[in-house]
């Protein structure tokens, strides 16, 4: 199985609401991200979970708080987000070696798309 | 500031022509990836290359990579009206632990 599934596909939220983001993959990758990606924009890296530990954070605001349960799994809390918050969001997975920061190739789901009211 | 830069940000070519896009970076890789992404979907890994290595061949694409030069150029022969997406350079650096992405060629093959 080499597939990253997410869930909601969409998710229309007003900037009071608390939401979350799903992504799972049953690859046994060991490396997990989250991206968010506006229109006609590249990926922009948010956060990287490795080995179930978050190990880079992007300066992200902390109305985005993410979460890897297990090795399977990473969630993506949202609240009180803002219009801006608006996009794409890209869940990724890929190989790594436990005490490197070795990057392989990445997989990634077919995103949500988020609007915020 | 980015790590990738590419050129030209949109193509347009007939079917059956052959598409080049090119990547420039800014600081020393360990490797480079080049991804497909077709319109709001996910993307798609389409080649790495890694420091040590010139070009790569898979299907109908080929990559080259010259670290001199801090550039990289993907080649779609042949290409289809499928081949139509934005497509991405991607580099990882030695410590950094993450990809960075380059802006992205659009391309549009009309059949």
């Known amino acids: 199985d080499t597939e990253v599934t997410q869930t909601p596909k969409h998710l229309v939220m007003g900037m009071t609401n608390k939401k979350s983001l799903k992504c799972e993959q049953h690859?046994?990758?060991?490396?997990m991200y989250w991206y968010k990606q506006k229109a006609k924009k590249p990926p922009e890296l948010m956060f990287v979970?490795?080995?179930?530990?978050?190990?880079i954070n992007e300066s992200v605001p902390s109305r985005f708080s993410p979460e890897c349960p297990n090795s399977s799994l990473l969630n993506l809390h949202l609240h009180a987000l803002q219009p801006e918050d608006s996009a794409l969001y890209l869940c990724a997975s890929s190989f790594t070696r436990a005490g490197t920061t070795f990057v392989d190739e990445q997989f990634f789901g077919p995103g949500t798309r988020l609007t915020v009211l | 500031s980015q790590q990738g830069e590419e050129d030209p940000q949109a193509l347009s070519i007939q079917e059956g022509e052959n598409a080049t896009m090119n990547c420039s970076y800014k600081t020393s890789i360990n490797n480079l990836q080049w991804y497909r992404q077709n319109s709001g979907r996910g993307l798609v890994h389409l080649i790495l290359?890694?420091?040590?290595?010139r070009e790569k061949h898979s299907g109908r694409l080929r990559v080259t990579l010259d670290t001199s030069k801090k550039s990289s150029s993907l080649l779609i022969t042949a290409s289809r009206a499928a081949d139509t997406a934005s497509y991405f350079c991607?580099?990882?650096?030695?410590?950094?632990?993450?990809?960075?992405f380059g802006q992205g060629t659009e391309l549009s093959v009309k059949p």
């Open positions: 690859m046994g990758h060991r490396a």
């Open positions: 979970y490795s080995y179930e530990k978050l190990s």
């Open positions: 991607a580099t990882a650096t030695r410590r950094g632990g993450k990809l960075i």
């Open positions: 290359i890694r420091s040590n290595e």
